[in-house]
């Protein structure tokens, strides 16, 4: 886990190149800015304690990825987030996949 000092409020999932200040980008891609990638796996763990995230957003990424991985990413997406937070996924064909689910 992260030191509490320095956990984000807000965490990326699959963001690419992705700066911003109070977020954290897990991203599976090395860069400039992204070091130390972020392996999406069905039995990855996010590193971030529970319950201390105010929003986790994903865009157009969760449809690269096979199914036991995505529900992994939802289910530490679940244990990351505060009571009151947000999970903001954008998706292509959004409605399709919310009639799927």
């Known amino acids: 886990m992260l030191n509490k000092w320095f956990e984000p409020k807000h965490v990326n999932l699959g ?3 992705f700066v911003a200040l109070g977020w ?3 991203e599976a891609v ?3 800015v992204n070091p130390h990638p972020f392996q999406f796996t069905p039995d990855c763990v996010f590193p971030f ?3 201390s995230v105010e929003t986790v957003y994903s865009s157009h990424a ?3 990825l096979d ?3 995505v529900d ?3 289910q530490e997406t679940y244990r990351i987030l505060k009571p009151e937070g947000r999970l903001i996924l954008k998706l292509p ?3 399709r996949t919310l009639e799927c689910w």
Do not use: C, I
């Open 62 to 64: 969760l449809e690269h």
């Open 15 to 17: 963001g690419g190149v």
């Open 72 to 74: 992994r990413l939802l």
């Open 30 to 32: 090395a860069s400039h």
């Open 24 to 26: 954290k980008n897990l």
């Open 49 to 51: 304690s529970d319950k």
């Open 93 to 95: 064909d959004f409605d």
């Open 67 to 69: 199914q036991p991985t």
